[in-house]
């Protein structure tokens, strides 16, 4: 099978940082076109030099205008920024939220702004997986931070947040409770909180409950956890901002700096990284699996399932081609 492009042109490309080779990269992840792993493959050992950082949260939380904010601060010290954006209502893909302060469509502008939005239905191989990948590109085209803002609602969205070096996650004062983020099962994925939209009453009522939360939850630790080497633990920043005026950006880029600090010094950052890895590999492993069981899927006949016999024997029947055609290969 010839591939729909050139891989190898296009890694070129990518790698020297074309913004136009970049979104056409992606678009052949997303779509799983023909050469799509060629390329992975070929950009493999550029990626790892980017800092990526999960921003995570209920909708409306300000995540948009948090990573907006952040993004100018990192422009502000020269660092090239990768956005991707896995949230159908994110103004990165609808326009300027008007009337804001911050403005998304004058991020998109800039040079050293690359935006990408990933769509949350199609992508056969999953979001999650086709999201790391695009991360990948933008990691091996020399963006600094690669930022992925999603929703934390769903396991699919939690996966990309924790497939960050760093993830925060976003509550505002009246998004309910932090015991209703604890369900979501946001607690889990947080190395720090960002409380946004603190212009508004009932932030620091929010701060206090998620301290207690988390000092259960580290009462809890397992014995001999608690006690290992203190340069071990993360302590857990919880911070106020308000994205929209720009508050506490700094404060909030210092604890991003700070976890990644602590990460490579406590070697959790090779650790996470191996395991990233991994991770890719077995997601490569099931997409090719179930790309194959597609094709057979698509060439099975309508005799087949006309047959009368139940779903099952079909199935059966069906993986017992897609075996030999293992076999074969
Ligand atoms: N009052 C206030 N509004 C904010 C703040 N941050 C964001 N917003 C507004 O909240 C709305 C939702 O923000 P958005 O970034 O789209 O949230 P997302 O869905 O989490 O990405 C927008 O109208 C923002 O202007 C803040 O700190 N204070
Ligand atoms: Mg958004």
């Given at each position: 099978?010839?591939?729909?492009?050139?891989?190898?042109?296009?890694?070129?490309?990518?790698?020297?940082?074309?913004?136009?080779?970049?979104?056409?990269?992606?678009?052949?992840?997303?779509?799983?076109?023909?050469?799509?792993?060629?390329?992975?493959?070929?950009?493999?050992?550029?990626?790892?030099r980017?800092?990526?950082?999960?921003?995570?949260?209920?909708?409306?939380?300000g995540?948009?205008?948090?990573?907006?904010?952040?993004?100018?601060?990192?422009?502000?010290?020269?660092?090239?920024?990768?956005?991707?954006?896995?949230?159908?209502t994110?103004?990165?893909?609808?326009?300027?939220?008007?009337?804001?302060?911050?403005?998304?469509?004058?991020?998109?502008?800039?040079?050293?702004?690359?935006?990408?939005?990933?769509?949350?239905?199609?992508?056969?191989?999953?979001?999650?997986?086709?999201?790391?990948?695009?991360?990948?590109?933008?990691?091996?085209?020399?963006?600094?931070?690669?930022?992925?803002?999603?929703?934390?609602?769903?396991?699919?969205?939690?996966?990309?947040?924790?497939?960050?070096?760093?993830?925060?996650?976003?509550?505002?004062?009246?998004?309910?409770?932090?015991?209703?983020?604890?369900?979501?099962?946001?607690?889990?994925?947080?190395?720090?909180?960002?409380?946004?939209?603190?212009?508004?009453?009932?932030?620091?009522?929010?701060?206090?409950?998620?301290?207690?939360?988390?000092s259960i939850?580290?009462?809890n630790?397992?014995?001999?956890?608690?006690?290992?080497?203190?340069?071990?633990?993360?302590?857990?920043?919880?911070?106020?901002?308000?994205?929209?005026?720009?508050?506490?950006?700094?404060?909030?880029?210092?604890?991003?700096?700070?976890?990644?600090?602590?990460?490579?010094?406590?070697?959790?950052l090779?650790?996470?990284?191996?395991?990233?890895?991994?991770?890719?590999a077995?997601?490569?492993?099931?997409?090719?699996?179930?790309?194959?069981?597609?094709?057979?899927?698509?060439?099975?006949?309508?005799?087949?399932?006309?047959?009368?016999?139940?779903?099952?024997?079909?199935?059966?029947?069906?993986?017992?081609?897609?075996?030999?055609?293992?076999?074969?290969?």
């Amino acid at each position: 099978m010839s591939p729909a492009f050139d891989p190898g042109r296009l890694a070129g490309r990518i790698a020297a940082g074309e913004p136009l080779a970049l979104a056409r990269g992606i678009s052949h992840v997303e779509n799983e076109s023909d050469g799509f792993e060629a390329l992975l493959e070929r950009l493999d050992g550029r990626t790892g030099r980017a800092r990526r950082i999960g921003i995570t949260g209920p909708p409306g939380a300000g995540k948009s205008t948090l990573t907006a904010a952040l993004t100018r601060h990192y422009l502000n010290q020269s660092l090239k920024v990768g956005i991707v954006a896995v949230d159908p209502t994110s103004p990165f893909t609808g326009g300027a939220l008007l009337g804001d302060r911050i403005r998304m469509g004058e991020l998109s502008t800039e040079p050293g702004v690359f935006i990408r939005s990933m769509a949350s239905r199609g992508s056969l191989g999953g979001l999650a997986t086709a999201t790391r990948e695009a991360a990948d590109l933008m990691d091996a085209a020399g963006y600094d931070r690669v930022i992925l803002e999603t929703l934390g609602v769903g396991q699919a969205e939690l996966d990309i947040a924790v497939s960050a070096d760093t993830t925060a996650v976003v509550l505002v004062p009246e998004s309910g409770d932090g015991v209703q983020a604890m369900k979501a099962g946001l607690m889990e994925v947080a190395d720090l909180f960002v409380i946004n939209k603190s212009d508004r009453p009932g932030a620091d009522r929010l701060e206090k409950e998620i301290a207690i939360i988390m000092s259960i939850r580290f009462a809890n630790r397992p014995p001999g956890d608690a006690d290992g080497d203190a340069d071990e633990v993360w302590r857990m920043p919880i911070m106020q901002t308000v994205a929209s005026e720009a508050r506490g950006i700094e404060e909030f880029a210092e604890h991003l700096d700070r976890h990644f600090d602590w990460l490579r010094s406590t070697e959790k950052l090779e650790t996470h990284r191996q395991t990233a890895r991994l991770r890719r590999a077995h997601d490569a492993l099931l997409r090719r699996s179930r790309r194959d069981a597609q094709r057979i899927w698509r060439r099975a006949s309508r005799e087949t399932l006309d047959s009368g016999a139940s779903p099952y024997a079909t199935a059966r029947r069906l993986y017992e081609e897609f075996r030999k055609t293992l076999g074969g290969t």
